[in-house]
């Protein structure tokens, strides 16, 4: 059995890598861990749009230990990083905890259709939704965001977006200041759940290349980035030194 730990949750957030759904967990002392979704306990009846009723709430969670054998067969090479299992002490109940919520969740649209089209010497997309909304992102800003390419759009339709913009004098991480209103921050982009599932509901081919419960992901190269640490930093943290330093003390 590994080691566990329990943690009040501060916050949650969602990250895509390689086509993979990552639900962010961060606790009091900015600590985080790395969720897929499909850990989520099926018996909170929470919806991948509606996380953040989760903040507050106990996590009890338990690491595969090195050598130990994980749910797919691999054999775990780290210490205290994989979790093996993950439960949440709720504040009240899920219907409570929605209507507590309800004015600090997100805004997410379920997407209905989505094309592309070159205007400006620019590729675009265009995304309608469940709502009657209609938006337009820049390809490369949308795929930076969703991981799904030119050849790939339709696998989100059914997803969900919640597009976030900068307003004018807003600064951005990079320290660039934003001289006119609407520019594009984040998308906010939550899978409608796991590749295979996403290809069926939309009645496309299958990619048998590709593994969503690839446990060999053990490495932060996996995932682009040189080091836990500054995996941490990019995708937990942000960017924000002053967090990263308070995390470092």
């Known amino acids: 059995m590994g080691n566990k730990i329990y943690k009040t949750v501060k916050n949650i957030k969602t990250k895509i890598y390689h086509k993979r759904q990552l639900i962010i967990i961060e606790f009091a002392k900015n600590d985080y861990v790395f969720l897929h979704p499909n850990q989520i306990p099926k018996k909170l009846n929470i919806d991948i749009t509606e996380l953040e009723i989760l ?3 106990v996590a009890d969670i338990e690491f595969y230990n090195k050598g130990e054998t994980m749910f797919d067969g691999d054999i775990c090479r780290t210490d205290n990083l994989l979790i093996n299992r993950v439960n949440f002490v709720l504040l009240s109940s899920v219907e409570k905890l929605r209507e507590y919520y309800k004015d600090k969740l997100k805004t997410f649209y379920q ?12 590729i675009n997309v265009r995304v309608e939704t469940d709502k009657g909304n209609v938006f337009y992102f820049p390809l490369k800003k949308f795929y930076i965001e969703t991981n799904i390419g030119l050849d790939e759009l339709e696998l989100l339709v059914h997803s969900y977006i ?4 900068y307003k004018k004098g807003d600064i951005t991480p990079d320290g660039m200041e934003i001289t006119y209103d609407n520019v594009l921050k984040t998308l906010n982009t939550r899978y409608y ?3 295979k ?13 590709f593994n969503e419960n690839d446990s060999s992901l053990e490495s932060p190269q996996d995932y682009g980035y040189s080091s836990w640490d500054e995996m941490s930093f990019n995708t937990a943290f942000e960017g924000d030194i ?4 308070e995390h470092n003390q």
Not at 112 to 122: A, G, L, S, V, W
Not at 162 to 165: D, G, N, R, W
């Open 111 to 122: 997407i209905t259709d989505i094309i592309h089209f070159e205007k400006y010497n620019r």
């Open 197 to 209: 599932e996403m290809r069926e509901i939309n009645h496309l081919d299958y990619d048998d290349d």
């Open 55 to 57: 903040i507050g709430s």
């Open 242 to 245: 002053d967090a990263w330093n």
């Open 193 to 195: 759940g796991s590749m």
């Open 162 to 165: 919640s597009p976030e913009y």
